[in-house]
């Protein structure tokens, strides 16, 4: 092995000499030959994509670019190459991307960025043009790297406003500086913009849902990436930085999260009629709040269950299973309670709420809350429920459950209804229809004041054949997945 990475390395050298000689044929040719002697030589694909380039063979070079960041990915030049080939072919979405990935790499490296060197000055004096595009972009991605946000902001607004093209990721890198710098009315506007011309981006669905302050529009935004992307939040929450500046109290708090309808209001009754447990009495969406904000929250959460004598809180909103990566950011030993519930069952409960009256959003909601946390089922923090099974065998689960938690189980936590609960509503009467939000409300209250009941299987008689025909072509896949059932013959 060794005899052929060196053959690789003098032919990787030799080629190198006749490159620099203008003989880029025989380059060319003895870089394929160190590559067939050594697949995984990074250097000898980085080297032929720059001799491919100087010959005009963009597609090729690229194809070698690509192969030297999927051999050595953290070594910034080659993302820089990448950047610069795609920038040649006209492909500037692609090519920002690869070049903010470059920036990431060499801050890491703390390569240093001559500020004097952009000419920003000059690039304000001409109209950019479709020849100078480039470089005004680079020059406003080492502003934004090197955190001069708003000169970063006003050129990329002036790319914007000479080029005649328009280019979805500079929208996209403007509505992130803007929200970095509290313009979230304008940064939703840039992300908007972005989905327009590029829809099939999930990190701009993303984007979106993270910065605009509506509950609906965030949820579904979060629904329309996971649909394009079902690892996407969990890579993007990877990524994000952040330090606890408070001193915490309740470390480990416990989040009961999933789709909506699929037992999380029971669930956080039976983990709030635990003596260590104290449970927030209300569904907080916290996620619409920016991460200092969602930490200034959690300090309050601490502090009221420390009045009331209790080790931990648990807090219940069934959307935050699209937050379970920024929530381990923020308190990195939270635990989640993760529940699941048949499909078909689910979309017939939903069908009394007025904003779930068409079949296909029921289906959505269902397949995409479910997919948005399906990443994070083996991890370590998270337990999942099937709300089958805490009917079922109530007592094995909720062991189980407490177990997870490293807490003692206490099977008076069944008794939950015997202690009124007014979380959801001042009344705990069952409304006659579920038409509007506060009987919706008013139902949920009736609900977590009762012992636990079955209520599985009510797709059987509810589900008309063509919404059972429906469900099957969009969701079947899922109850495989699942675990629910084994072909489709139900």
């Known amino acids: 092995m060794g005899n052929e990475v060196m053959s690789a390395g ?23 030959q160190a590559i067939d002697i050594n697949p995984n030589f990074a250097w000898a694909y980085s080297n032929l994509g720059n001799a491919l380039v100087q010959q005009n063979y963009l597609d090729d070079a690229i194809d070698c670019f690509n192969q030297t960041i999927r051999i050595n990915s953290t070594t910034a030049f080659f993302h820089r190459q990448l950047s610069e080939a795609l920038a040649h072919q006209g492909k500037f979405n692609q090519a920002l991307v690869c070049f903010d990935r ?27 043009t479709q020849s100078s595009l480039w470089k005004a972009v680079k020059s406003a991605s080492i502003l934004a790297h090197n955190n001069q946000t708003e000169m970063a902001i006003n050129l990329y607004q002036k790319i914007i406003e000479d080029s005649p093209y328009q280019y979805s990721e500079i929208y996209n890198t403007v509505g992130k500086l803007l929200f970095r710098a509290g313009e979230r009315k304008k940064a939703v506007t840039n992300f908007e913009i972005a989905i327009f011309l590029n829809p099939d981006i999930d990190r701009y669905h993303l984007n979106l849902a993270e910065a605009t302050d509506s509950w609906l ?23 994000v930085e952040y330090i606890n500046t408070q001193d915490i109290k309740i470390k480990n708090p416990i989040f009961v999260v999933g789709c909506g309808h699929s037992g999380t209001s029971v669930m956080l009754a039976l983990l709030g009629s635990h003596p260590c447990l104290y449970p927030i009495p209300y569904e907080s969406s916290i996620f619409l709040q920016s991460l200092s904000k969602i930490e200034e929250k959690m300090l309050v959460w601490d502090t009221e269950c420390l009045a009331e004598q209790k080790k931990r809180w648990v807090e219940k909103t069934p959307t935050h299973i699209f937050q379970i990566g920024k929530f381990m950011k923020i308190r990195s030993q939270s635990q989640f309670i993760l529940m699941l519930r048949d499909g078909r069952d689910v979309v017939c409960s939903l069908k009394h709420r007025p904003e779930y009256q068409q079949f296909l959003d029921r289906i959505e909601r269902w397949v995409y809350d479910n997919l948005a946390g399906f990443s994070y089922w083996k991890h370590p923090q998270i337990h999942v429920v099937k709300y089958e099974d805490l009917v079922i065998n109530p ?10 938690l490293r807490e003692e189980y206490n099977p008076k936590v069944l008794e939950f209804y015997q202690i009124e609960r007014r979380w959801y509503s001042s009344e705990i009467v069952k409304p006659d229809k579920i038409e509007s939000k506060q009987e919706h409300w008013q139902n949920r209250n009736w609900q977590i004041n009762q012992p636990l009941f079955d209520g599985r299987g009510r797709w059987k008689k509810e589900m008309t054949e063509g919404e059972k025909i429906i469900f099957k072509k969009k969701a079947q896949k899922y109850l495989l997945e699942f675990g629910y059932v084994q072909d489709d013959s139900w």
């Open 102 to 128: 470059f920036l990431k790499l060499s801050l890491n490296n703390q390569l240093k960025f001559d500020k004097n060197g952009l000419s920003i000055e000059k690039i304000y004096e001409n109209k950019i």
């Open 395 to 404: 007592e094995l689960t909720l062991k189980r459950v407490f177990e997870f």
């Open 10 to 32: 003098q032919l990787l050298k030799q080629a190198n000499q006749l490159k620099r000689a203008g003989r880029l044929d025989e380059a060319i040719d003895l870089y394929y």
């Open 217 to 239: 529009l965030s949820v579904k935004f979060y629904r329309s990436a996971v649909k394009l992307n079902p690892m996407v939040l969990k890579n993007y929450y990877e990524q």
